[in-house]
């Protein structure tokens, strides 16, 4: 007599998250017989894996999402990926029992300027000036920023957090 193994969500069948996401959806595989299981997660697609839990493999199905690997040059766009988990006991490799659940992630968004940098003015060579970027920049995902500078002849530009330093050379 086959045994059916059924699989459920543990919790949504749906998993939201942020571009700059890493997160996991899990699902439970009602498993009679306790044999082993074979899965497979379809399409494949690069940033999300899927695995058994170490401390449950026969029970307890995990899929992870990495938003930036799945998202790639399109973190700007976001992504809605529907997928389809499938499950079968090595002794009844015929019986595949399958469970459909979609993730969305949301586009992230450019941070914006709050406010214009005015008034840096440096009137003789070596004189060093300093202005904190804090409340220039916004991010409207709630992310916390991070800055690069360009080269340029004017001088060197330095970062140290949130704050900038310049230091007029030429």
Known sequence: NPVEHVIEPEGSSSLKMKAPQTRQISFIVKNPTGHNLNIKLSPEVEGVTVKKDAKNPAKRIIVEVDAPSVLGDNWDKGAELN????????????????????????????????????????????????????????????????????????????????????????
Do not use: R, W
């Open 83 to 170: 997928f389809t988990l499938s499950v079968n006991c090595e002794k009844e490799p015929d019986k595949t029992h399958s469970i459909d659940f979609n993730v969305y992630i949301s586009p992230n968004s450019t941070p914006i300027i709050l406010k214009q940098i005015d008034g840096l003015v440096a009137d003789k060579l070596g004189e060093t000036l300093k202005f904190n970027l804090d409340g220039v920049f916004f991010d409207n995902d709630g992310e916390s920023l991070s800055y690069s500078i360009s080269d340029t002849e004017l001088g060197v530009f330095s970062m140290n957090g949130s704050q900038l330093t310049f230091t007029a050379s030429s």
